[in-house]
């Protein structure tokens, strides 16, 4: 299984940026999806998951209303569009994924998964 994240770069306060996270491995209809956040000096923590049917997800309360988390899973893929970005934001990005025990299961915790990319930098710019 590998999971490879992409989209990370430079963006600034207020502006947008989304990331991709494509799976091999994993049939697309038998995962969960997360993503979590390291920031420097700060330990990893969730910021969207969603159930492999993407009837249900799950938002850090400091990034409702401004990050969504999506999938395709024609492509195997998840997103994490972001907007509004704030320099808080920055962090190193790390997708997740866990092979689900429902359609409407969601992991809110880093035990919740097995599987992780190797993360992807964004940085904002205030």
């Known amino acids: 299984v590998q999971l490879q994240e992409s989209g990370g770069g430079l963006a600034q306060a207020g502006g947008s940026l989304t990331l991709s996270c494509t799976a091999s491995g994993l049939n697309p209809r038998t995962y969960a999806a997360a993503w979590f956040r390291q920031a420097p000096g700060k330990e990893r923590e969730i910021v969207a998951a969603g159930s492999w049917s993407g009837i249900n997800t799950y938002y850090a309360d400091s990034v409702k209303g401004r990050f969504t988390i999506s999938r395709d899973n024609g492509k195997n893929t998840v997103y994490l569009q972001m907007n509004t970005l704030k320099p808080d934001d920055a962090a190193v990005y790390y997708c997740?994924?866990?092979?689900?025990?429902?359609?409407?299961?969601?992991?809110?915790?880093?035990?919740?998964?097995?599987?992780w990319g190797q993360g992807t930098r964004v940085t904002v710019s205030s």
């Open positions: 997740a994924a866990q092979l689900a025990r429902s359609d409407f299961w969601v992991g809110i915790y880093e035990t919740h998964y097995d599987y």
